[in-house]
């Protein structure tokens, strides 16, 4: 299938949930606004991935509307940047409404400028609006403005919408199960992060800083084709371990000391997300190397668990028995304090060392859309029960051990904070690792970091 056929089939598969839903109606998908950096220089400009994930689209300002009838018959209209050919010496080319048609096949494409007009236009006599609720003040506002125009026409016998719903309740359901061409985006993404956690392992000696750790991620990143970071790199030296969300910073990395790095690049709009840890000096201690193997066998065991017509927790779950029955017999935790593993689990001792869930979705965002629940009318919340696993769905898997100082802790743990973290898309008899391009097993990285 050709690129534009598939996001024509995918605003089919939403026309098609609309007109079940209500008998048609109205969609409005706007993308990501531009976001001033300082003064004049923005950040990178990044689509919003709902907007993208139905037009193939990277420009700002632009809005999707798609208007589905009761007979089932859809229109697609884009309103996007006029051609201006001013703007386009500064900023870059635009593709303009006139082309807009042949290379996104959209039926209608129109300059943003109209947008508000033509909205009103499209809402008239449509009984249900497909929209972000309560996204912004900007977005209500304009909703507002677009529902008193079409209700300033009543006395002409037009009605206004009277029914309002989340559109992203329908998309990101749509986007938690990838496609063909999303896990082969996906596949080629999480390669060139594997090669660029290589190049890190390669290159790190005692007495670098993380920052040029960093620095050769982004390299290998850029080098490869990938647009951006699918998040900021985690580059962190001995005690920034167990800081979750350190960022790379400027602290030099130790001889003795692990080196843990979490960082994925996004190619065409696809994120990729790898943890590897590692020695500085390229060998394990006794300590780290036994909390580094307690932490793959979590992995592995989660990674056995991953796989259809399991829950989401599943995982989690069988990473939570590894991890805790380690702790215990590193006597980090204490058997005595807890009396068996099922108590350490049930009381949740392990939160101390780790306090993270071992999945999310992963896609067009790193934390990926999709509910983590099944949807199930008549019951609360959260007694929906975990999500079951199927194939095309894409997640992470990533346990850790997280050890800082304490006076009840064994000095030589101190400081040692290590994840591992893969990306799995769930096939039809369990899950294919797509980032596994960078050694897991502390001998080969040991390996790779002697060559
Ligand atoms: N890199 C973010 C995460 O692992 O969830
Ligand atoms: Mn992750
Ligand atoms: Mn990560």
């Avoid at 290379?103 to 499209?122: M, P, R, Y």
């Avoid at 003040?137 to 209700?151: F, G, I, N, P, S």
């Avoid at 990938?226 to 985690?234: D, G, L, P, R, T």
């Avoid at 799995?424 to 502390?442: H, Q, Y």
Wanted: glycine fraction near 8%; proline fraction near 4%; hydrophobic fraction near 35%.
């Amino acid at each position: 299938m050709n690129k534009t056929n598939i996001y024509q089939q995918r605003r089919n598969t939403l026309a098609k949930q609309m007109l079940s839903k209500t008998g048609g109606g109205i969609a409005v998908i706007s993308t990501a606004p531009e976001v001033a950096r300082n003064r004049d220089s923005e950040f990178p400009y990044r689509h919003d991935s709902d907007f993208y994930y139905l037009s193939g689209f990277d420009e700002p300002g632009a809005t999707l509307v798609l208007k589905v009838s009761s007979k089932g018959q859809l229109e697609s209209h884009l309103f996007c940047r006029p051609k201006d050919a001013e703007r386009e010496i500064w900023d870059g080319i635009r593709l303009g409404p006139e082309a807009a048609p042949e290379v996104l096949g959209v039926e209608f494409a129109h300059s943003n400028q109209s947008l508000d007009q033509k909205l009103s236009e499209l809402l008239a006599d449509q009984e249900a609006i497909y929209i972000r609720l309560a996204e912004s003040a900007e977005a209500d506002r304009r909703l507002r403005h677009w529902m008193k125009q079409v209700r300033g026409q009543s006395r002409s016998g037009i009605n206004p919408p009277s029914e309002f719903h989340d559109v992203e309740c329908l998309i990101h359901e749509m986007r938690l199960f990838k496609d063909a061409h999303e896990i082969d985006t996906m596949r080629k993404a999480a390669s060139i992060s594997a090669r660029a956690h290589v190049r890190a392992m390669q290159v790190c000696k005692p007495g670098m800083r993380e920052y040029q750790l960093e620095a050769e991620l982004l390299h290998e990143f850029r080098n490869s084709g990938a647009q951006s970071v699918a998040y900021n790199s985690i580059v962190a030296g001995g005690a920034n371990s167990c800081i979750l969300h350190y960022r790379a910073g400027s602290t030099e990395l130790r001889s003795g000391d692990l080196c843990l790095i979490d960082a994925g690049c996004e190619l065409d709009g696809y994120a990729s997300d790898i943890t590897r840890t590692f020695p500085v000096n390229g060998k394990f201690s006794g300590p780290q190397r036994a909390l580094y193997d307690i932490t793959l066998a979590a992995q592995e065991a989660a990674i056995a668990m991953t796989k259809p017509g399991n829950t989401f927790m599943q995982p989690h779950e069988a990473a939570l028995q590894v991890l805790t029955q380690g702790l215990l017999d590193e006597k980090l935790l204490k058997l005595a304090d807890y009396g068996s593993l099922e108590n350490a689990i049930e009381t949740g001792a392990y939160r101390r060392f780790y306090m993270h869930r071992t999945s999310h979705w992963l896609g067009m965002d790193v934390h990926d859309v999709g509910s983590y629940r099944e949807s199930i009318e008549g019951i609360a919340q959260d007694e929906k029960p975990w999500r079951i696993l199927k194939s095309g769905m894409a997640l992470t898997i990533e346990p850790g051990l997280y050890i800082r100082p304490a006076d009840d802790v064994d000095e030589a743990f101190w400081n040692i904070g290590i994840r591992i973290e893969d990306d799995a898309v769930v096939n039809d008899s369990g899950c294919e690792l797509i980032s596994r391009g960078v050694p897991v097993k502390a001998d080969e990285i040991e390996a790779l970091m002697k060559s």
